[in-house]
């Protein structure tokens, strides 16, 4: 999302234009300049690396980045998720720390909480054990609990998710929902702020960075990349090529030619995120926390401003729109959808308004078939990815840039990640993350979408 009177949009004026752009000299071009490729170059250059920064954009996180809902919790599935979002989380809030550079406005992160409700069916047990291994702070909630703390909320369950158009939609609600709590969940206020304060960053350290740059071809010769080509022709050379092109990375894997060995790929999914106005008893610092409600098949958040955001959960009632070109679709709300998400929202926030038309935006994730991440080497060696983020990932930003760089290190130093993965000391909550759960080869036990716990 982005916000009003985003002081990020200057970036965009500042001159990173290619032209009288010398392309020699570059250890690393990394492609994309959102939220992951900000934090992969920031954390590249301070490893030691000289490294470029193109994206075919004209702002720095103006891409799928800027339409983000910035929500930072650790409802994951998977062990190894949980531990990303706990260590990043602690970057997000001493952010100013974390980018060891920061002039100008940078982004915050409001630890508002988040409630989590679950489906009826969803048991969270194997969850809680793993916030139990980690040390995540939770507190389960029975419906008196929850209309203590929130009583802005409609406690009734209306499952299953349904659309505005099913007969059923209005029905009077069934049973009561009960919910866990994370006191220390919340979101990032401007997640183009995010990208821009990581890219200022890396530009302090000596990074390199050229908007309005395409890369149109991926060198490559002997099994190594050797750098890309850019729109107009320009050869850039570079020992390392790292893929955050967020939801185009499939393009530039196919132009990598490196598809062959990936038992995981990436695949736009187009998005519909409704905005209406917070209810006054729901707003941030007013009672309202994040909201990811299984039950009604959405979730939501204020805004600072006094705006609220919907977006969808991919509740099975929602069709799923796929996208082989993300730049052909328009960045406004579907109309339906956001029909049905402010509709399902207001079931559970009596008083939020229904706007009399579509507000909101629309973008893409770019999802894996486990909804989980792909931060890993490929079969070309030194063309690394950082893809895949599948619609979560924005919070896990600047820990990806740690490590893709431990990566990168231990893999042009000649170790065999794919046998031996690399992993990854977590230096605030003294974890230690296995980078093999990320790999483009793994074999993915889960079923559906993991992005929810
Ligand atoms: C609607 C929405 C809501 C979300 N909500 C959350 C949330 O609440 N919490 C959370 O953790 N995550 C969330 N996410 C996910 C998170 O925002 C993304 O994972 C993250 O922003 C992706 O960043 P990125 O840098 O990989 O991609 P992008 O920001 O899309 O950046 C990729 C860049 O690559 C550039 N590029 C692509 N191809 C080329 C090329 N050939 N040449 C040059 N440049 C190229 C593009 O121009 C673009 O700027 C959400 C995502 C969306 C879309």
Sequence with gaps: MSTDGNPSAGFAAAGFDAAGFDAAGFDVVVVGAGVIGAAVAL?????????LVVDKGDAVGGGSTSASSSIIRF?????????????????????????????????????????????????????????????????????????????ALELGSFHPPRWPTDPAFF???????????????????DPQLAAVNLMDAARHFGATVRLRCRVTGVLRG??????????????????????????????????????????????????????SAAPSTFGVGSGGTVLADMDLGTYSRPQPGGSYLVGGVEAECDPLEWADDPDAAA??????MFEALILRAARRLPDLAIPHRPAGLASHYDVTEDWL??????????FYLAIGTSGNQFKNAPLVGQMMNTLVSACEAGHDHDNDPVRVACTHTGLTLDLGQFSRRREFAHTGNNVWG
């Design 43 to 51: 954390e590249l250059q301070r490893g030691g690396r000289n490294v």
């Design 75 to 151: 409802t994951y599935s998977t062990l190894d998720g949980i531990i990303a979002s706990w260590e990043a989380m602690h970057q997000w809030a001493q952010w100013a720390a974390h980018l060891g550079y920061a002039q100008g406005p940078i982004c915050r992160f409001h630890r508002v909480g988040k409630l989590h409700i679950p489906a009826p069916d969803q048991d969270l047990a194997p969850m809680l054990a793993n916030f139990e291994t980690v040390g995540v702070p939770y507190e389960l909630l029975d419906a008196p609990a929850l209309a203590a703390r929130f009583p």
């Design 171 to 189: 029905d009077p609600a069934h049973g009561r929902i009960s919910a866990m709590f994370q006191p220390d969940g919340g979101f990032v206020d």
């Design 222 to 275: 002997s099994g190594r990349v050797l750098g890309v080509t850019l729109d107009g022709g320009q050869a850039v050379h570079a020992p390392v090529v790292v893929n955050a092109a967020g939801p185009w990375s499939s393009q530039l894997n196919a132009m990598a030619g490196v598809l062959d060995d990936m038992r995981i790929t990436t695949r736009a999914l187009r998005q519909t995120i409704a905005s």
């Design 331 to 336: 960045p406004t709300p579907d109309p339906a």
């Design 373 to 382: 991440p792909i931060y890993d080497r490929s079969s070309l060696d030194g």
